[in-house]
């Protein structure tokens, strides 16, 4: 069998409305986006059927810290309906995506 090489240190963090929080590795041979990564928390928590709209990647820390909003309707449709992943972000190592309710401001 040949099992995917996983970089030991390579990690990223997915909090909030996912149904599965937590640190997950990145994959050497394979490109982690947005979505994949919320597919990798199981999906976006469905509280009350109000998903989550919106997500945001925080990159970095203190003054190199930056910050990817991205609108995950959207998102979700150009990536699953018309297979267009160009605005699919890539996850790098440390990332943490932050997936605030629906309602709440980010």
Known sequence: HSFPTRRSSDLFTIVGQVNRQGKYELVDDEETTLTNAIVQAKGLYDH????????????????????IDVDLESLTTEVFEKGDKSHDPVIQDGDVIAVPESTSNL
Do not use: C, L
Request: hydrophobic share 15%; net charge positive.
């Open 48 to 67: 009350d059927h109000s998903k989550p709209n919106r997500a945001r990647v925080i990159r970095g820390y203190g003054k190199e810290k930056t910050r």
